[in-house]
């Protein structure tokens, strides 16, 4: 079972996540083998907060071309997490 910190790769900080933090919720870019338990355990340790709700989606890595070459970007796994009334994180500048 991975670490915590292996299942967490990093914050995603866009407009619409910004305005989704009003809400309670937090985006972040997950390890694509993690469960629900597993990205909540894992908030939970790394953060110390209470998580009440985890939402997961497969992101398809975008076509991009450079001239004649075309390839993907990679394939990712995006969690948002609903954190209990009155908890917050502190990493993302609120």
Not at 15 to 39: D, G, Q, W
Request: with cysteine; proline share 5%; hydrophobic share 35%.
């Amino acid at each position: 079972m991975p670490t915590p910190h292996e299942i967490i790769i990093r914050p995603l900080v866009t407009e619409k996540n910004t305005l989704l933090m009003e809400k309670n919720k937090y985006c972040f870019e997950v390890l694509r083998t993690a469960s629900k338990p597993e990205i909540k355990h894992a908030v939970e340790t790394i953060f110390d907060v209470t998580v009440t709700r985890v939402h997961t989606m497969n992101v398809r890595g975008k076509l991009k071309r450079r001239g004649r070459a075309t390839g993907y970007t990679r394939d990712w796994k995006k969690a948002i997490v609903t954190l209990a009334p009155g908890d917050q994180i502190e990493i993302f500048g609120s």
